[in-house]
């Protein structure tokens, strides 16, 4: 019902537009069930009588639904929160029924509707929705909701939504911390053109010999020169960037020969050897020839 409704008693057969009812215009919230969430829809009380309330609402009801109202009446203490019945409802006007009030609820409402009797019942017609202030809405309350649309978030589908943008932020945060130490690994690892210039070049024994700058003649051993033994060892040899002799070995010839032929060559010193205006380390295999004469 309209705010006119309001005014109507419970008998059934009465003509719901002649009960008295009286001008009130405060702030009023009404709470409506929807898909099991409730939906706060503010507004504005515009009349009210024993059995109801007329109101003007930011939002559309429809009749039968059963909401609950807050309001709170001139002159009095704590606001009244009460169940009603949407009994008719025009436009955003709406005409509510009051259900289950308790027995201090309905003798303040009643003390209320005496109080305003002497100034006699109101006659004068609905007021149009734009003749009132702008309703109250209260932040903690859900949004305005325009009238036959319904905004259904569930919970559960939001925290989802929280914990999958957080699992995202964690995901990249691990992923750039990941490639800044791997950064930092690469950098500490040789380029590969040190490796290159670790592996020794290899060059042959003519080049090598023209690089000599100090040279050590073999001892002939007794042992082996009674014996006639002669002949040439050959010598696996590197040699470091400073131009000495990094490490030799014998590679062939006659083993009584060898260790002296070793003994000899690691004195031997050679210029550095230049790679790319750069001095590195060379292989190469060099021959001490051993004679008897």
């Known amino acids: 019902m309209s705010a006119a409704a309001t005014r109507a008693p419970l008998k059934a057969g009465a003509d719901t537009r002649r009960v008295p009812r009286f001008p009130l215009s405060v702030p009023a919230d009404v709470t409506l069930l929807r898909s099991g969430i409730p939906y706060s829809i503010p507004g ?25 109202i807050e309001f709170r009446l001139p ?6 929160r009460l169940k009603a019945v949407v009994r008719y409802q025009a436009l955003l006007h709406c005409g509510l029924e009051f259900v289950g009030l308790s027995s201090e609820q309905q003798t303040l409402i009643e003390h209320w509707v005496r109080k305003n009797a002497s100034a006699g019942p109101s006659t004068a017609p609905p007021i149009a929705v734009a003749q ?34 957080g699992m995202l932020l964690l995901g990249g945060l691990g ?11 690469e950098s500490q690892i040789p380029g590969t ?27 002939y051993p007794e042992a082996a020169r009674h014996a006639n033994i002669q002949g040439v060892v050959a010598l696996d040899v590197l040699i470091g960037t400073d131009g000495s002799v990094v490490d030799v070995r014998a590679i062939s010839g ?8 070793v003994d000899a060559v690691k004195w031997w010193r050679f210029r550095p050897y230049l790679l790319n205006g750069q001095p590195v380390r060379v292989k190469t295999t060099l021959a001490v020839d051993f004679r008897s004469n």
């Open 44 to 68: 504005r009380s515009v009349s009210m009588g024993e059995r109801g309330l007329g109101v003007v609402l930011a939002g559309e009801l429809h009749p039968g639904d059963s909401v609950a």
């Open 75 to 80: 002159d009095s203490g704590a606001p009244f």
């Open 132 to 165: 009132f202030p702008a309703p109250l809405v209260r932040t903690n309350r859900v949004p305005f909701i325009k009238a036959g649309v319904r905004k259904n978030y569930n919970p559960i589908f939001r925290y989802a939504l929280w914990i999958l943008a």
């Open 175 to 185: 992923w750039w911390r990941w490639y800044q130490a791997w950064g930092e690994l």
């Open 193 to 219: 053109n040190l490796l290159s210039s670790s592996i020794p070049a290899t060059v042959p024994a003519e080049i090598m010999q023209g690089l000599v700058t100090h040279k050590i003649e073999p001892i």
């Open 254 to 261: 006659p083993d009584e020969l060898s260790a002296a032929a």
